[in-house]
């Protein structure tokens, strides 16, 4: 069974990496954190789960303050793939 195959709802995940004291988000729905990391990657975003300057957090909702930038400027989260930045919808 595939990643895929083994989950039939979305879980919105908001990647945080941390880079000399400036924080770069990446939001992704996916059925896995697999399936979230491979979006990235094939969106061209090379983001190590396992290294210590990124934070994940699954099934996000947006809080206030990620309102004010990210909300404006993302997709929908209901579809699969990264929707911040913008680039599940063509």
């Known amino acids: 069974m595939t990643d895929l195959s083994a989950r039939k709802l979305l879980v919105p995940f ?8 400036r924080a770069d988000c990446y939001g992704v729905s996916a059925y896995s954190l697999n399936d979230a990391v491979s979006l990235l990657r094939d969106a061209g975003f090379e983001i190590d789960p396992s290294d210590r ?3 994940i957090r699954e099934n996000v909702r947006l809080t206030e303050f990620e309102e004010r930038h990210i909300g404006p400027n993302m997709g929908p989260m209901q579809l699969r793939g990264v929707w ?3 680039m599940n919808l063509t």
């Open 14 to 21: 908001l990647f945080t990496v941390n880079d000399g004291g």
């Open 53 to 55: 300057s990124v934070t």
């Open 84 to 86: 911040f930045p913008r």
